[in-house]
């Protein structure tokens, strides 16, 4: 496996494996690899001729009083996993050469970056969305691999793609979870040993939408109380947000008969934890009546 720093050495590789026939896939991270991310990495291993995965810890989408400083970095441990798996390179750019001095463009999704953590964490997904439009420049994939742990952040890199004309395939892999049911993040290491039995409560109160639902209800608005009931039960979590919204445009839907996207967001501590699942709306009986 290959180790590339530079953005320039990235896209002349790139352009070279693409030159010689390779189809390209792109797995983004911020390092602090769990399976949830090396469930993509086999995706892209599957899919494509050439893996590539980026570290990069972006700056941009992070607020002023998150956690960029103390974000976990333990690049040793991540480039063992991905060279484990077969991973043809590892791209892991400095700040500085992802951001030179005097670079002052962004890309934004406009009213999608608003909504679900767009609400709660003003200018997330601007930050996301420059370095992924960044990523795609220098890398030039055939196919790009995200999780559906982040599904707003997927919706809005599908906009992102559709409405700047990128000629890459966006493929959203499943969320993956603990045995108890906690969705995989980089940020549960922060979780002490009380407050990992806490974060359980998330998944918890999506299940009892599930189970809601899967009997015939189809009301946001009776789900949504059902779910805010389940977390208010926890008292080390305090729920941020929990919505019903439509998939591809993350509006609010107020009736789930045609599906949804229910996703929640909470803090446990201090450290704030998202999930989410997908609400499929029921076949049609086909035929003569």
């Not at 026939?21 to 995706?43: D, F, N």
């Not at 441990?77 to 700040?95: C, K």
Request: proline share 6%; net charge neutral; hydrophobic share 45%.
């Amino acid at each position: 496996m290959d180790v590339i720093r530079g953005a320039d050495q990235m896209h002349a590789a790139a352009a070279q494996a693409r030159n010689s026939g390779k189809r390209i896939g792109l797995v983004p991270t911020m390092g602090a690899l769990h399976e949830g991310h090396l469930s993509l990495v086999r995706m892209a291993r599957a899919q494509t001729h050439w893996s590539t995965v980026s570290i990069f810890v972006n700056p941009l989408q992070f607020g002023p009083n998150e956690d960029l400083a103390r974000y976990p970095r333990p690049f040793e441990r991540d480039r063992q996993l991905l060279e484990a798996e077969g991973v043809d390179v590892l791209f892991a750019p400095s700040v500085e050469d992802m951001y030179p001095p005097g670079a002052k463009t962004v890309v934004e999704v406009q009213e999608m970056s608003g909504r679900l953590c767009g609400a709660s964490r003003p200018g997330h997904f601007r930050g996301v969305t420059t370095v992924v439009a960044k990523l795609f420049n220098i890398v030039q994939p055939n196919v790009a691999f995200f999780g559906q742990k982040d599904a707003a952040q997927a919706a809005i890199i599908r906009g992102m793609v559709r409405d700047l004309n990128f000629d890459v395939q966006v493929v959203v892999g499943p969320v993956i979870r603990e045995a108890d049911g906690l969705a995989m993040s980089s940020r549960n290491q922060y979780l002490n040993p009380e407050q990992r039995l806490a974060a359980t409560v998330l998944y918890r109160a999506l299940m009892r939408v599930q189970q809601m639902a899967d009997r015939g209800e189809r009301s946001s608005s009776a789900l949504l109380q059902a779910a805010r009931g389940v977390m208010a039960e926890e008292a080390l979590a305090r729920l941020d947000y929990v919505e019903a919204v439509n998939p591809e445009t993350l509006e609010p839907v107020a009736d789930i008969g045609h599906g949804a996207l229910i996703a929640i967001a909470a803090f446990v501590g201090s450290t704030r934890l998202i999930d989410n699942i997908l609400l499929i709306a029921p076949m049609r009986a086909s035929g003569p009546h």
